[in-house]
């Protein structure tokens, strides 16, 4: 699988609105979020384009290997402004930070890119994983579980450090 090679980009600063929900790998509940957020996207003002964000916030002392660890799921779309948000939708900011970008094409349901990219890239990589949330960009070639899809994985990632 070593044709998925990232590009290292450094992300300025995005506004997004959008919704969110608390969910495990256990309690998947994307699908919900999606269903209740798309027929709503239109009343968001001001999008940069029509393309959504899949973002994905992790707490600090994330864990993986256990399915019921939760974490935070949003579903948004980039602004110029987000002083008007549409009700029961919050504003969310990307803060600036250097990512691996993996151009992936596939089915949204083939986990093998995100097993690819924690068990054989990073390791070998030079990078360690950083803080920041990690988000997919779902643009005009996405097509959710259809193999012929495309989306950019944006992964968080900072300079190993050789001070250990």
Sequence with gaps: MGRFEPII???QSKKAIG????MSHADNKKSLLWKTFMPRRKEILNNVNNDLLSITVYP???YPADSCSEFEKWAVVEVTDNT???ANMESFVL???LYAVFHYKGSSNDTSIFQYIFTEWL???GYTLD???HFEVLGSLYKNADPVSEEDIWIPIKPQSNLN
């Design 131 to 133: 803080q920041h949330p």
């Design 19 to 22: 919704m969110h929900m608390r």
């Design 9 to 11: 980009q450094f992300l």
């Design 84 to 86: 008007v948000i549409p």
């Design 60 to 62: 600090t002392h994330y």
């Design 95 to 97: 803060e600036d930070g």
């Design 123 to 125: 390791p070998a990589s």
